[in-house]
């Protein structure tokens, strides 16, 4: 989603735009070639559903979102704990939930899916980190075989991560004034697993003239 707020914003005011840096974020969604890619994705049929009972605490909570999101897991700290705070509310029933409903959920994966980059009015210097994920982090010792761990590490050696090349050079052409940098066995949230190197970069990147 924040692929879409930056680059709207930066083509609705321009002149408030001095750099963008984009983190793990710029993927065009509304690529023919998106959808087709998220359904090969084995993770789709591997991950068990949300119990019809949800927890009782926030606690009981993050310690079933952790579970059905290996790659959460892997990055969970103090920081993750405060934000889920701000995600759930508690029903009369006294049960943890998720405070989105399903229309805005909706409304968003909508905007998610439809939203065409708007390249050609964004003027400003780019830095566009993505992170090359090897599929490691998505793994479960709890409920995955070992057959199904080589269908996911399968899917991001031969699937997702040569569409993310593919992604990388189709931005590349489109805003040739970006500097990209890729992380090898990177993470989405590459601002905490990979904290020190991207804040160099984005350090370095900012202070540039």
């Known amino acids: 989603m924040s692929y879409i707020e930056l680059c709207h914003f930066a083509t609705l005011y ?35 559903a949300w119990p019809d009972d949800d927890p ?7 310690v079933t979102l952790k579970r059905f999101s290996p790659a959460l897991a892997v990055i969970w700290g103090e ?23 399903d229309a805005i959920y909706k409304a968003i994966n909508d905007t998610f899916t439809s939203y065409v ?19 490691s982090d998505f793994l479960s010792a709890d409920y995955m075989t070992d057959e199904q761990k080589t269908k996911v590490m399968d899917y991001f050696r031969t699937v997702l991560t040569p569409f993310q090349k593919r992604t990388i050079r189709q931005f590349q052409r489109n805003l040739p004034q970006a500097k990209i940098m890729e992380i090898p066995k990177g993470h989405h949230y590459c601002f905490i697993k990979q904290e020190e190197l991207v804040f160099g970069e984005m350090r370095k990147f900012l202070l540039e003239a």
């Open 14 to 48: 321009p002149q408030r735009v001095l750099k963008l840096v984009f983190l793990d974020a710029a993927y065009d969604n509304s690529s023919p070639e998106y959808k087709p890619i998220q359904e090969k994705n084995p993770l789709r049929n591997i991950i068990p």
């Open 56 to 62: 009782n605490t926030i606690e009981d909570y993050i």
């Open 79 to 101: 920081v993750m704990d405060e934000q889920t705070r701000h995600t759930v509310r508690i029903t009369p029933e006294g049960k943890v939930v998720d405070k989105m409903s």
């Open 117 to 135: 980059p708007e390249y050609s009015n964004i003027q400003a210097p780019v830095l566009s980190i993505y992170a090359i994920r090897d599929g």
